[in-house]
């Protein structure tokens, strides 16, 4: 794809949890197209990233606090003019069972603690960088909110059913919030990535409680992730083609596309 063919240059993105992962292939995609790219992350440092013709503003941000990520759309609009899409990137996976009959209350089964973490990232989050960046669009009558689902939220995954349930809610606010702001010039779509590359969000915390929840040891739970076998395609997806779709999304190429959630997946599905 060329740049004119997007025309996204000189347009500002505002792209949550940024700063790693998905995050950080989506921001770099928009820089490479010559997008503003504002970084709203928890890390403290601005991430490294590539050459690229688009400009970066880092902003440490806690998507929980409407104080911070107000402050931060502020300064978005100070520094580039306005703000014209939204990647609402940002979340959190902490696996855990619903009951766990060899540890009742153990290390591995679901409490308040973690439901509490997980939905506020997952979903208050979502909402309070949607209604901040959502007011600028609204404004302006124009722009993109694009919220990071997943393909769990439409399936369902062992061991990570509250990560699952906030993906689902996702899938849910993005059409709703369509059906409010299309009528106001500003197109909303989701994106569901399935079993993607590794990053260094996949932890051996992470992985220890993931095996755990599903009565497998670590290797085995890497092994099913190299061997794919319910993903048509045969391969993990690549954190870029998760970018190239959310890239796509913020562009008036797609101008049409609104209410809906694109599995980035392979063809990943339960049957």
Known sequence: ?????LNLEGKTV????????????????????GANVVIADMAP???????????????QTNVCDAENVEAMVAKACETFGTVDALVNNAGINIPRLLVDPKDPKGQYELDEAVWDKVCAVNLKGVFLCAQAVGRVLVNQGSGVIINM???????????????????????????????????????????APGI?????????AYESALAYTRGITVDDL?????????????RSGKLSEVADMCVYLASERSSYVHGVTINVAGGKTRG
């Open 1 to 5: 794809m060329s740049e004119s063919w």
């Open 14 to 33: 505002v792209v949550t949890g940024g700063a790693s992962g998905i995050g950080k292939a989506v921001s770099q995609g928009f820089l490479n197209v």
């Open 45 to 59: 440092q601005a991430p490294e990233m590539e050459d690229a013709p688009g400009k970066m503003l880092y902003f």
């Open 149 to 191: 689902a997943s393909e769990s939220g439409l399936e369902g995954s062992e061991g990570q059913s509250v990560y699952a349930a906030t993906k689902a809610a996702v899938v849910s606010l993005t059409r709703s919030w369509a059906k409010e702001l299309g009528k106001q010039g500003v197109r909303v779509v989701g994106v």
């Open 196 to 204: 993607m590359e590794a990053t260094g969000l996949r932890t051996i």
């Open 222 to 234: 890497r092994a099913g992730y190299a061997k794919t076998s319910t993903t048509p395609l045969g």
